[in-house]
T-cell receptor, first 117, second 114 residues
Framework: GAVVSQHPSRVICKSGTSVKIECRSL??????MFWYRQFPKQSLMLMAT?????????EQGVEKDKFLINHASLTLSTLTVTSAHPEDSSFYIC?????????????FGPGTRLLVL | DAKTTQPNSMESNEEEPVHLPCNHS???????IHWYRQLPSQGPEYVIH???SNVNNRMASLAIAEDRKSSTLILHRATLRDAAVYYC???????????????FGKGTKLSVKP
């Protein structure tokens, strides 16, 4: 299957700092990427949809000024958690959409575990 | 809100078949049935998807009820590596926009005993 990578896989930062997470589709171009967040023992929650060359679409309740998304190219999307606080500690997972119609599939990255002290 | 209903957990013995059920009584004509699984501390992994007909691939089989209100993911021989949370998700690929987004429910946690 297609490969989606994330970097870093794990990050620890101090409260108030900003953290950038990169998501790359390694062997296909993705016009649409997605960012999810998952708290312990909970399911994935969609945060935003990232479209190449346009502004991201955020889900209700997700602060766009806090979670900055940039889809710089067809293979790269970044999520920046600005002024991170302990409650932002979570498992962040990106996903990239490949194909169209019935063949359309989403491939997920391995996730980035963020711990804010 | 998730439009599917799955049991919270299931147990299986290694090398035996596993049937993971999913109810989706409000499925629309343009909803595809997708299955993903998530191993501990990893991102979800695509398993299989279908529309009306049963589907097979190297990972699993998907059996879809004739009225499409339910489906079953079949792992033919469970291994310890199949222990994961399995998500059944409806996805409207025709409607476009946010209707095509994957929205995860709670899924079924599958445990595999040696």
């Amino acid at each position: 299957g297609a490969v989606v990578s994330q970097h870093p896989s794990r990050v620890i930062c101090k409260s108030g700092t900003s953290v950038k997470i990169e998501c790359r589709s390694l062997d296909f171009q993705a016009t649409t990427m997605f960012w999810y967040r998952q708290f312990p023992k909970q399911s994935l929650m969609l945060m935003a949809t990232s479209n190449e060359g346009s502004k991201a679409t955020y889900e209700q309740g997700v602060e766009k000024d806090k979670f900055l998304i940039n889809h710089a190219s067809l293979t790269l999307s970044t999520l920046t958690v600005t002024s991170a606080h302990p409650e932002d500690s979570s498992f962040y997972i990106c996903s990239a959409r490949r194909g169209q119609g019935f063949q359309e599939t989403q491939y997920f990255g391995p996730g980035t575990r963020l711990l804010v002290l | 809100d998730a439009k599917t209903t799955q049991p919270n957990s299931m147990e299986s013995n290694e090398e035996e078949p596993v049937h993971l059920p999913c109810n989706h009584s409000t499925i629309s004509g343009t909803d595809y049935i997708h299955w993903y699984r998530q191993l501990p501390s990893q991102g979800p992994e695509y398993v299989i998807h279908g529309l009306t007909s049963n589907v097979n691939n190297r990972m699993a089989s998907l059996a879809i009820a004739e009225d499409r209100k339910s489906s079953t993911l079949i792992l033919h021989r469970a291994t310890l590596r199949d222990a994961a949370v399995y998500y059944c998700i409806l996805r409207d690929v025709i409607g476009g926009g946010s209707q095509g987004n994957l929205i995860f429910g709670k899924g079924t946690k599958l445990s595999v005993k040696p």
